[in-house]
């Protein structure tokens, strides 16, 4: 059975910063693309970012240079450590395994960025 968990969520002020989490099981993990994703109140679920199995990453352009996607094959973990948030950074942000044809979604974690 395949579980993708998040932890990491929470209330942060705007120019903080919060790390996320994302355990996998059930799953060859290094050979999975894994990913970051969220979805605001009203709006599409959007990638914000991804690594391969080698550790290239990419970024949406609104996160790039605050956030940074990781990863540890030895231990099934990805992590997204976010800096200099912001409140249109507010969403619940959902962990993802792809791989071909084949994706896996997490329960997600809300993160909310006010004052």
């Known amino acids: 059975q395949v579980q993708l968990v998040e932890s990491g969520g929470g209330l942060v002020q705007p120019g903080g910063s919060l790390r996320l989490s994302c355990a996998a099981s059930?799953?060859?993990?290094?050979?999975?693309?894994m990913g970051w994703y969220r979805q605001a109140p009203g709006k599409q679920r959007e990638l914000v970012a991804t690594i391969i199995s080698s550790g290239t990453t990419n970024y949406a352009d609104s996160v790039k240079g605050r956030f940074t996607i990781s990863r540890d094959n030895a231990k099934n973990m990805v992590y997204l450590q976010m800096n200099s948030l912001k409140p249109e950074d507010t969403a619940v942000y959902y962990c993802?395994?792809?791989?071909?044809?084949?994706?896996?979604w997490g329960q997600g974690t809300q993160v909310t960025v006010s004052s």
């Open positions: 993802n395994a792809n791989r071909r044809v084949t994706t896996f």
């Open positions: 059930g799953i060859i993990f290094s050979i999975y693309t």
